[in-house]
């Protein structure tokens, strides 16, 4: 993997107020990366100092080797995709497209050809003459992908490109920019705010938080090995259950005692921690099994979410915590299960994740 992109140390303060505080981060050559975060955390902050749009207060980037902290936008090597289309009204599509190329007086020819490339590339091969107005959300933003790619950039940078389309389009949409960029190649960072978008497309996923980013990884890792807390309770649904480690090495969680720290590790008797399941992880048991390391509870709440069933479990000898699982409809037919029912839950110590009392992932 090429290294292609390179934050170093970037921190912004906007007055008296920090809004990105020590980040670093590498992004290779033709990597798809999202910027993930809730609203604040400064992922557009971060995306307009690499477009130079934003100045930082200290830190550095360079791009495929070169310093380019202190460049003018238009002298950086970027095509870029707001979420607002920003498309010029008032001239054509085909003229939308030639934008760039025209600014660096490429020849007529050459931008007509490069036009008729680019709309054929986005799905729009007829659209050159319409004015932006004339064409839907999805469409407008097709357009100002073409646009941002006129150039050839070596650098792909979109702003939430798709939150102002409406679900369906949107999911289309993420589809197409991902194939686009896969074949095109083109390193990408990706700016939103949400995170089916981010773990759909994204090579690597940067989580943000309050400035600082959380964790960098694949979606698989940001989904299933949560460094964090915050991204464990950010990304997906998340049951964080506060615990005790006994003298045993078992963890001690309201009146229950689960076998589920693997091996040896940091884990120290008494210390406090919080385990990790997704609704997902447990495994339905008949009531009658007595299996150990098992929730027993009863449904309070059912959701049919078509494809599985997401119950709320209140847990005996856990003082009215309600954990959150997701069952297959195999599940619930089986066990004759419904709103009421009794439901023991196994748990698995290969699928519950540790966290240390200084937020850290500990298992
Ligand atoms: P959103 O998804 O809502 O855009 P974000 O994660 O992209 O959120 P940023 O837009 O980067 O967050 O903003 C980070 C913080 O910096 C916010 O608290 C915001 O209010 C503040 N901020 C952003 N731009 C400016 C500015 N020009 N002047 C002052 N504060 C700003």
Request: proline residues 4%; charged residues 20%; contains cysteine.
């Amino acid at each position: 993997m090429t290294e292609y992109l390179r934050i170093d140390a970037i921190h912004k303060q906007f007055g008296a107020t920090p809004v990105l505080k020590d980040v670093n981060l590498t992004i290779f050559k033709g990597e798809m990366v999202c910027f993930l975060g809730p609203s604040g955390c400064g992922k557009t902050t971060l995306l307009r100092i690499i477009a130079g749009l934003e100045t930082q207060s200290a830190g550095t980037i360079a791009q495929a080797g070169k310093d380019i902290s202190n460049l003018p936008p238009m002298l950086r090597d970027y095509g870029i995709v707001f979420q607002s289309y920003a498309l010029f009204p008032n001239l054509t599509v085909a003229d939308n497209v030639a934008y760039g190329l025209t600014n660096r007086k490429a020849g007529r020819a050459v931008i007509r050809q490069r036009v008729a490339e680019l709309l054929t590339l986005v799905g729009l091969p007829d659209s050159g003459a319409k004015h932006p107005g004339q064409l839907s959300g999805g469409q407008q933003q097709r357009i100002a992908l073409a646009r941002a790619l006129a150039t050839s950039p070596g650098l792909l940078l979109l702003d939430e490109p798709l939150s102002a389309l409406d679900a369906r389009v949107r999911v289309r949409l993420r589809q197409e920019i991902r194939q686009l960029q896969q074949r095109l190649g083109v390193t990408t960072i990706m700016v939103t705010h949400d995170q089916e978008e981010a773990l759909s497309m994204a090579d690597r996923i940067v989580v943000m938080n309050h400035g600082v980013i959380e964790q960098i990884g694949t979606p698989s890792e940001i989904y299933r090995e949560p460094a964090t807390p915050f991204v464990a309770d950010f990304v997906g649904k998340a049951n964080m259950l506060p615990a005790t480690v006994r003298d045993d090495g078992a963890i001690q969680v309201g009146d229950i005692g689960l076998q589920c720290v693997r091996g040896r590790n940091a884990l120290t008797s008494g210390a406090r921690v919080s385990l990790f399941l997704r609704p997902e992880d447990f495994v339905v048991r008949g009531v009658d099994a007595q299996a150990g390391n098992t929730l027993r509870g009863r449904i309070e709440k059912m959701e049919f979410l078509g494809a599985f069933c997401r119950v709320s479990v209140q847990v005996d000898g856990l003082a009215g915590t309600e954990l959150l699982a997701d069952l297959s409809y195999h599940d619930m037919t089986e066990f004759g299960l419904q709103q009421g029912s009794p439901l023991n839950l196994a748990v698995l110590g290969d699928r519950v994740r540790i966290f240390g009392e200084d937020q850290r992932r500990v298992q």
